[in-house]
């Protein structure tokens, strides 16, 4: 994953534009200056360029300000814009599952990055991670076409059973019997997505449930591998079950196009990497 570029604090607290103002306050307090610098004294050069250091020098190392900052430089880079599509519109019970989810797969990158064989795996942990984000995305999109399923479905039954004994009699002309049959295609249309739907859900909540225990015997092999005593089968075991999650990636490639899913894609930095110390999420609480 490439790292974007560092933001300059400086310029940034040269630049701030509090409560969304156009023109950014520092700029006033320096012509103010200046200007009374000419008019008045050069005294008030010094003293307003004095001033001034020490407003950016407290402005650019306050820690709240650079949080800012990074928030707003990541915001423009493509992965982020990609990953905030993903989560943003996710309700609060798939967040918290994606968030447990990330917590762990960052335990495992920061134990990876300390062996340079051993992190090569990063990019199989980031894909699972990606694929579980996409995969809750698709979910909650079929479930409003399960919802819909369940509250049409007697109603779709009643209006196809009336068009059938409309169509069986006798008496309807060609363009009534063709408006009909049209009705009722559409019907079986959506009856089919409707299967089809739950059918999907279904696999999709079998596929999460998988990448979460993928994740938690990775994590847990992990942690194991740093035990000394115990390495070289802990490591063989985690190289072993990377090996699976990466067989298991490809078989899914049929569900993975469905998903319009970029294996390409690469997670914004912080996901994995930016997460503060943490206790371990337990495993009832990914759920």
Wanted: hydrophobic content about 45%; proline content about 4%.
């Amino acid at each position: 994953m490439t790292a974007g570029k560092k933001p300059s604090y400086l310029w940034a607290a040269f630049t701030a534009r509090p409560f969304g103002m156009p023109i950014p306050p520092n700029w006033f307090g320096l012509a103010t200056f200046a200007m009374l610098g000419a008019v008045l004294s050069p005294g008030f050069f010094i003293v307003g360029a004095g001033l001034e250091i020490a407003y950016l020098a407290w402005l650019s190392t306050n820690q709240r300000f650079r949080n800012t900052v990074d928030a707003a430089a990541r915001a423009t880079q493509p992965d982020e814009q990609r990953y905030r599509a993903l989560v943003d519109p996710l309700d609060q019970s798939a967040r918290s599952r994606q968030t447990a989810l990330e917590a762990r797969a960052s335990e495992i990158v920061a134990s990876l990055d300390k062996s340079p064989v051993m992190a090569a795996h990063n990019d199989s942990v980031e894909q699972l991670v990606w694929l579980h984000l996409r995969l809750l995305s698709a979910r909650q999109a079929i479930e409003r076409v399960v919802a819909t399923a369940k509250t049409e479905s007697a109603r779709l039954a009643d209006q196809e059973t009336s068009i059938d004994a409309r169509l069986a009699a006798n008496d309807v002309d060609p363009d009534l019997r063709r408006s009909l049959e049209q009705q009722k295609a559409v019907i079986d249309a959506r009856q089919a997505a409707h299967i089809e739907a739950a059918r999907r859900k279904e696999r999709i909540d079998a596929e999460l449930a998988r990448i979460d225990q993928q994740v938690s015997l990775i994590r847990e092999q992990t942690l194991l591998s740093i035990d000394e005593s115990r390495i070289g089968s802990s490591l063989d075991a985690l190289t072993a079950s990377f090996n699976e999650a990466n067989r298991w990636l490809d078989s899914q490639r049929d569900l993975i196009g469905s998903l319009d899913f970029d294996d390409a894609a690469t997670l914004p930095r912080h996901v994995l990497r930016g997460r503060t110390s943490r206790t371990a999420v337990s495993e009832g609480d990914s759920r």
